[in-house]
């Protein structure tokens, strides 16, 4: 069965704060992603990894780095953490050779709160 | 600039009847379209896709259905249950770069008994 997990399930951290959110993969994933959801915007993609050691940067990469050291882990870091980055953080995984071209699995969600 | 819209943040049927929930999207150069099901304080899973060549794919009670004149993709989910009420994305897959995926801003659905 395929897994994806998150280090946290629910995050309160203070504003300044540097905060790193972790994701893992048993699946041997080449892909992986940071999504950050929020009501009336959906998923928006903050980065992703096609490798270990690569990045990319995705549509909303402003306050934000990633950390990929082994094909199974990905860091999220929020350098200096804002009350506008209180939102749920989705980790997803994805391979080219799925069955299912494109599809992503995803963790549970890290909801972060920064007061 | 939103590349996938779901214009309508919630629908609300009964159960037994039929759930239809759409997306339009702005970008011609996708390559396939997926739906997700996401329930509260867990993450989306994967529900049902399509790719850009066909115009309809079926898997049990629920059908996407792509009009690409349109740029218009729709879901259909016959007969609805209660176990439905979720919240739905749709999402593209943009060519050539390598299985991300543009997502829309959720229908939320709520299946009544």
């Known amino acids: 069965d395929v897994k994806v997990t998150q280090s946290s399930r629910y995050l309160v951290k203070r504003t300044g704060e540097k905060v790193f959110l972790e994701c893992v993969q048993d699946m041997d994933h080449e892909n992986m992603f940071w999504y950050r959801q929020d009501p009336g915007l959906g998923l928006r993609l903050i980065y992703f990894s096609y490798d270990v050691k690569m990045k990319e940067k995705g549509d909303i990469p402003e306050g934000y780095s990633v950390s990929r050291e082994k094909k199974e882990r990905f860091s999220l870091i929020l350098e200096s953490a804002s009350t506008n980055q209180t939102s749920m953080y989705l980790c997803a995984s994805s391979s080219p050779g799925l069955a299912v071209p494109y599809e992503q699995y995803f963790g549970p969600g890290t909801r972060l709160t920064v007061t | 600039d939103q590349q996938v819209k779901q214009n309508s943040p919630s629908l609300s049927v009964q159960e037994g009847r039929i759930s239809i929930l759409n997306c339009d999207y702005t970008n011609s150069m996708f390559d396939y379209f997926l739906w997700y099901k996401k329930y509260p304080a867990e993450g989306p899973t994967f529900l049902i896709s399509?790719?850009?060549?066909?115009d309809k794919n079926e898997d049990g009670r629920f059908t996407v259905f792509l009009n690409k004149s349109a740029k218009h993709l729709s879901l259909h989910i016959v007969p609805s249950q209660p176990g439905d009420s979720a919240v739905y994305f749709c999402a593209a897959s943009p060519y050539n770069q390598g299985g991300k995926l543009i997502f829309g801003q959720g229908t939320e659905l709520s299946v009544k008994p």
């Open positions: 399509i790719s850009s060549i066909k």
